[in-house]
């Protein structure tokens, strides 16, 4: 069973993160980057079923040069090889923009699955996976807790608000995983020698036959018109309790609309 | 033309995957979890099993022994990354490794090396080292444990102090320093030999309460005739005592690595109470007497972690370094310490606390100037190999 990993470099999600003023995206250079850590679960669960079931992992990221680095470390947790998209021209992508793009790039590929994690650290959408299922006339099995694979149906746990589902499709199909899932592997500094020698393809916008009014600004179907910077965080209310306390919080908490 | 060598300090991307790697496990696993093992000195067992599955264990040693096929800087970069956030933690994978393991892959024989190494590579088993004894540790030399040949086993009598990771559920064995005879010129012959755990006659004290490292574990031993087969010798006969001062020799190194491990996390933590903690309406580390303690703290992390660079580097080329180790370790121990007290100052009250980690760092810095040779030991090595 081959899989295919969707993973994104994102700017660490515990530094402070700035946008640019010239076109209000995302300063990437002022931070460290890091692989989207709900992308790990991704990577995990791929290396987990491909023990069980055998085949491929390949690990396939958009985003400029330096996302390499996140090739690299999926690649020493033990996937097989990766695909990066690179081009100038992807600049400034949004959701759509990107699932285009994905969907274009699964399309040169041989996968059984393709998986996920639920969603960025930086853009936090949760919509990529299913709009690159939708691109792909996929089914799409989202938000799974538990995911296995039988001949060619693929079944997922998912939990929800009002108790949990079972969802099944046949293969290929798109999944997308929550951090419940399991417990990402650490690369090994064996797996770190190892990812060194693991081919890496690079593929341009012309390779995949898009055309940049598709993508990045200019292909966006959302944009940023203002920003400003959070306001710094007020100070708590303090209640005293005067015999009073108990009635005094439930008024503020209805006062919120909390109750 | 002229070929000309500049050094460069910087780490090849594998080494710098490696540190990250460490540094993220040390974040995420060790940090959250030792505070609490540290008050009640408990050892963090749960913590060295996933030490050992992400590979710690084996970093030095060849992948046909279960290794991952890395070298001693790869582990010293571990240690370091350790340190900086635990030295209980990072003391057990340095003495288990560079104490444990590495005379076993060093001077053992090949059917020792197949039995010991993939456990110990893969941190399922730890080894201790025993050469201290109660009578004295700088003058190793003067060992009274003995080692008697009946036949083919050796009849083991004597004690040993301060043996780091021998009494743990995970220690498989001991090696000992003995005296198995006298030498041609009248003096001690003294040999190391493997004695397994739960050999009868091998007793285990219970551990020291110790004024830091309170995570790791450190027992007396006593051997009462404690029989193990002749071929558990450990290398050649009467070559114990120069074996021993080659393990220590690259165990310098190690421990400098982690002694600059704990000089960083004082700054580290400095950095981020000083910019945060506020008298006198702004924070103290606006304050040029705060400020220049902090970065005195930096000068002597990054010097400690050249020197170790240096010492580590020449090793693996096959140079002599003797010298350089020794210079790393007291320069890097000596770091740490002043880090420590300085990290300490720096938090107040707070950090004569345990629930800042610089209360940790303190209590833990003062060891890194006795264990593996004590600081006049590193002097007076120095000054021996001067000409002195
Ligand atoms: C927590 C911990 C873990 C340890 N783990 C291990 C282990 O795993 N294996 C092991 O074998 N040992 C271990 N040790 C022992 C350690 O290596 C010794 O404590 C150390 O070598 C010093 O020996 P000593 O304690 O006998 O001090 P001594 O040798 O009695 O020294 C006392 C003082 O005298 C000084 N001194 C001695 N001789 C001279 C001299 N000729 N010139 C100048 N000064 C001198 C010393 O520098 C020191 O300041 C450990 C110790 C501790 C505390």
Same mark, same amino acid.
């Given at each position: 069973?081959n899989?295919?990993?969707?993973?994104?470099q994102?700017p660490?999600?515990?530094?402070?993160?700035k946008?640019n003023?010239?076109?209000?995206t995302?300063?990437r250079?002022s931070?460290?980057?890091?692989m989207n850590?709900?992308?790990?679960?991704?990577v995990?669960?791929?290396?987990?079923?491909?023990?069980a079931?055998g085949?491929?992992v390949?690990?396939?990221?958009?985003g400029?040069?330096?996302?390499g680095?996140?090739?690299r470390k999926?690649?020493?947790?033990?996937?097989?090889k990766g695909?990066?998209?690179?081009?100038?021209?992807?600049h400034?992508?949004d959701?759509?923009a990107?699932?285009?793009?994905?969907?274009?790039?699964l399309?040169t590929?041989?996968?059984d699955l393709?998986?996920?994690?639920?969603e960025?650290?930086?853009?936090r959408m949760s919509?990529?996976?299913?709009?690159?299922a939708?691109?792909?006339?996929?089914?799409?099995l989202s938000?799974?807790t538990k995911?296995d694979v039988?001949?060619s149906?693929?079944?997922?746990q998912r939990q929800t608000?009002y108790?949990?589902?079972t969802v099944?499709?046949?293969?290929p199909?798109?999944?997308?995983?929550?951090?419940?899932i399991?417990e990402?592997?650490?690369p090994s500094?064996k797996g770190?020698m190892?990812a060194?020698?693991?081919p890496?393809?690079?593929?341009t916008l012309?390779d995949l036959?898009l055309?940049?009014?598709e993508?990045?600004?200019?292909?966006s179907?959302?944009?940023?018109?203002?920003f400003a910077?959070?306001?710094p965080?007020q100070?708590?209310?303090?209640v005293?309790d005067?015999?009073d306390?108990g009635?005094?919080?439930?008024?503020?908490?209805?006062?919120?609309?909390?109750i | 033309?002229?070929?000309?060598r500049?050094?460069?300090?910087r780490?090849s991307?594998?080494?710098?995957?490696l540190?990250? *790697?460490v540094?993220?496990?040390?974040?995420? $696993?060790? +940090?959250p979890v030792?505070g609490?093992l540290y008050e009640?000195? =408990?050892?963090?067992a749960?913590?060295?099993?996933q030490?050992?599955?992400?590979?710690l264990f084996?970093?030095p040693?060849p992948?046909e022994?279960?290794?991952m096929?890395?070298?001693?800087?790869a582990l010293?970069l571990?240690l370091?990354?350790?340190?900086r956030?635990?030295?209980?933690v990072a003391?057990?994978?340095?003495?288990?490794?560079?104490?444990?393991?590495?005379?076993?892959?060093?001077?053992?024989t090949e059917e020792?090396?197949?039995?010991?190494?993939?456990?110990l590579?893969?941190g399922?088993?730890l080894g201790a080292?025993?050469l201290?004894?109660?009578?004295?540790?700088?003058?190793?030399?003067?060992t009274?444990?003995t080692?008697?040949l009946?036949?083919?086993?050796?009849v083991?009598?004597?004690?040993?102090?301060f043996?780091t990771n021998s009494g *743990?559920?995970?220690t498989?064995?001991v090696? $000992?320093? +003995?005296?198995t005879?006298?030498?041609p010129?009248g003096?001690k =012959?003294?040999?190391?030999?493997l004695?397994p755990?739960?050999?009868?006659?091998?007793?285990v004290a219970?551990?020291?309460?110790?004024?830091?490292?309170r995570?790791?574990d450190t027992?007396?031993?006593?051997f009462?005739d404690v029989?193990?087969?002749?071929a558990?010798?450990?290398?050649e006969r009467?070559?114990g005592?120069?074996q021993f001062?080659?393990?220590?020799?690259?165990g310098?190194?190690a421990?400098?690595?982690?002694?600059t491990?704990?000089?960083?996390?004082?700054?580290?933590?400095s950095?981020?109470y000083?910019n945060?903690?506020e008298?006198f309406?702004r924070?103290?580390?606006?304050n040029?007497?705060v400020a220049f303690?902090?970065?005195?703290?930096e000068?002597?992390?990054s010097t400690?972690?050249l020197?170790?660079?240096?010492?580590?580097s020449?090793?693996l080329?096959?140079e002599?370094?003797?010298?350089? +180790?020794?210079?790393a370790?007291l320069?890097a121990s000596?770091?740490?310490?002043?880090n420590a007290r300085a990290?300490?100052?720096?938090?107040?009250?707070?950090g004569?606390?345990?629930?800042?980690?610089?209360g940790r760092?303190?209590?833990?810095?003062k060891i890194l100037?006795?264990g593996?040779?004590?600081?006049?030991v590193?002097r007076m090595?120095?000054?021996?190999?001067l000409?002195?």
């Amino acid at each position: 069973m081959n899989i295919v990993v969707c993973v994104k470099q994102v700017p660490d999600s515990w530094a402070e993160k700035k946008l640019n003023p010239s076109d209000s995206t995302l300063d990437r250079d002022s931070v460290d980057a890091v692989m989207n850590e709900l992308d790990e679960y991704a990577v995990e669960e791929a290396l987990v079923l491909q023990e069980a079931h055998g085949g491929e992992v390949t690990i396939l990221t958009m985003g400029p040069e330096k996302a390499g680095e996140t090739i690299r470390k999926a690649l020493s947790m033990g996937a097989d090889k990766g695909v990066h998209v690179v081009d100038a021209g992807l600049h400034g992508s949004d959701a759509v923009a990107t699932s285009a793009v994905l969907a274009k790039a699964l399309g040169t590929l041989e996968w059984d699955l393709v998986i996920f994690g639920i969603e960025s650290t930086d853009a936090r959408m949760s919509v990529v996976p299913a709009m690159v299922a939708e691109r792909l006339g996929s089914p799409q099995l989202s938000f799974a807790t538990k995911v296995d694979v039988a001949d060619s149906t693929v079944t997922i746990q998912r939990q929800t608000e009002y108790g949990f589902d079972t969802v099944e499709a046949k293969t290929p199909a798109v999944v997308s995983v929550v951090e419940k899932i399991n417990e990402p592997r650490y690369p090994s500094f064996k797996g770190i020698m190892a990812a060194k020698k693991k081919p890496v393809t690079t593929l341009t916008l012309a390779d995949l036959g898009l055309g940049a009014d598709e993508v990045g600004l200019a292909g966006s179907w959302s944009a940023v018109d203002e920003f400003a910077a959070r306001p710094p965080r007020q100070a708590g209310s303090v209640v005293k309790d005067e015999g009073d306390g108990g009635v005094k919080i439930a008024e503020y908490l209805a006062g919120q609309k909390f109750i | 033309m002229v070929e000309v060598r500049v050094v460069d300090m910087r780490l090849s991307e594998e080494y710098e995957a490696l540190r990250k *790697t460490v540094a993220e496990f040390a974040h995420d $696993v060790v +940090a959250p979890v030792i505070g609490e093992l540290y008050e009640r000195g =408990e050892f963090p067992a749960d913590v060295v099993r996933q030490m050992g599955r992400l590979g710690l264990f084996g970093l030095p040693f060849p992948e046909e022994y279960g290794g991952m096929g890395g070298d001693y800087f790869a582990l010293c970069l571990a240690l370091e990354e350790l340190a900086r956030v635990d030295s209980s933690v990072a003391i057990t994978l340095e003495a288990g490794v560079s104490l444990g393991a590495m005379p076993i892959y060093r001077f053992g024989t090949e059917e020792q090396r197949r039995e010991w190494l993939p456990r110990l590579a893969a941190g399922e088993v730890l080894g201790a080292f025993g050469l201290t004894e109660p009578g004295g540790g700088t003058d190793a030399g003067a060992t009274r444990t003995t080692a008697v040949l009946d036949g083919d086993t050796w009849v083991i009598n004597g004690s040993k102090a301060f043996i780091t990771n021998s009494g *743990t559920e995970f220690t498989g064995f001991v090696t $000992v320093t +003995a005296v198995t005879g006298q030498r041609p010129d009248g003096g001690k =012959e003294i040999s190391s030999i493997l004695v397994p755990a739960g050999t009868p006659g091998f007793s285990v004290a219970p551990g020291y309460s110790k004024v830091g490292w309170r995570c790791s574990d450190t027992h007396e031993l006593s051997f009462t005739d404690v029989r193990v087969p002749a071929a558990n010798l450990v290398g050649e006969r009467g070559r114990g005592y120069a074996q021993f001062l080659q393990i220590l020799d690259e165990g310098r190194i190690a421990i400098a690595a982690l002694s600059t491990g704990l000089a960083q996390g004082c700054v580290d933590e400095s950095v981020r109470y000083a910019n945060t903690r506020e008298a006198f309406g702004r924070p103290i580390g606006r304050n040029q007497a705060v400020a220049f303690m902090v970065a005195d703290m930096e000068v002597r992390a990054s010097t400690s972690r050249l020197a170790y660079y240096d010492a580590a580097s020449r090793m693996l080329r096959g140079e002599p370094f003797k010298r350089q +180790a020794a210079v790393a370790k007291l320069v890097a121990s000596e770091a740490a310490m002043d880090n420590a007290r300085a990290a300490t100052q720096v938090h107040g009250g707070y950090g004569f606390t345990n629930d800042y980690a610089v209360g940790r760092f303190y209590r833990d810095a003062k060891i890194l100037e006795i264990g593996e040779g004590t600081s006049e030991v590193q002097r007076m090595l120095i000054a021996r190999e001067l000409g002195l």
